[in-house]
T-cell receptor
Framework: NAGVTQTPKFQVLKTGQSMTLQCAQDMNHNSMYWYRQDPGMGLRLIYYSASEGTTDKGEVPNGYNVSRLNKREFSLRLESAAPSQTSVYFC?????FGPGTRLLVL | AQSVAQPEDQVNVAEGNPLTVKCTYSVSGNPYLFWYVQYPNRGLQFLLKYITGDNLVKGSYGFEAEFNKSQTSFHLKKPSALVSDSALYFCAAGLGGSQGNLIFGKGTKLSVKP
């Protein structure tokens, strides 16, 4: 029982590049979430999925897309990365958080 | 707008002394409230939650939190601080009765000195 897993752990991108952050949970939860953490700002919700097949915008969705692939997996995509997206990204399944992905956009 | 406030950026406590990390909330309806701890370069670890019932909630590692509806507060407490408690603490409120759609406070850095 791994809980919530995220890949990759760390990524460096150039401005304009795209990438997908992967998240999976093995707790059979319906709801999953993507947050970003920036210094002095706490965590802010990007997108969430209340159940398989549904996704909704959170507080800061611009520049991101998500896919709820199945009940286990919820991915976050940056189509054209910008330096403002440099952050630490956390996936959550209900109240349980993954270890995070540290993203640096140059 | 709904919000969670942690009025102290940093709290300094001597080891063995009691600690309090403050949190107030402004959320419509009956809130779900949470405390998380984050160690450097790590994810968030769940400490405790309040959904309903007893206003004093006990959680992991000897932490507890007191829900006060009239003051809209949910302060985190521990009777005797340890150096290993030094970390970043986040208070969060669940929107719409959710345990995952959370609004976070900005965090409070707890420093426990020997």
């Amino acid at each position: 029982n791994a809980g919530v897993t995220q890949t990759p752990k760390f990524q460096v991108l150039k401005t304009g590049q795209s990438m997908t952050l992967q998240c999976a949970q093995d707790m059979n939860h319906n709801s999953m979430y993507w947050y970003r953490q920036d210094p002095g700002m706490g965590l802010r919700l990007i997108y969430y999925s209340a159940s398989e097949g549904t996704t909704d915008k959170g507080e800061v969705p611009n520049g991101y897309n998500v896919s709820r692939l199945n009940k286990r997996e919820f991915s976050l995509r940056l189509e054209s990365a910008a330096p403002s997206q440099t952050s630490v990204y956390f996936c959550a399944s209900r109240r349980y958080f993954g270890p995070g992905t540290r993203l640096l956009v140059l | 707008a709904q919000s969670v406030a942690q009025p102290e950026d940093q709290v300094n406590v001597a080891e063995g002394n009691p600690l309090t990390v403050k949190c107030t909330y402004s959320v419509s309806g009956n809130p779900y409230l949470f405390w998380y701890v984050q160690y450097p370069n790590r994810g968030l670890q769940f400490l405790l939650k309040y959904i309903t019932g007893d206003n004093l909630v006990k959680g992991s590692y000897g932490f507890e939190a007191e829900f006060n509806k009239s003051q809209t507060s949910f302060h985190l407490k521990k009777p005797s601080a340890l150096v290993s408690d030094s970390a970043l603490y986040f208070c969060a409120a669940g929107l719409g009765g959710s345990q995952g759609n959370l609004i976070f406070g900005k965090g409070t850095k707890l420093s426990v000195k020997p």
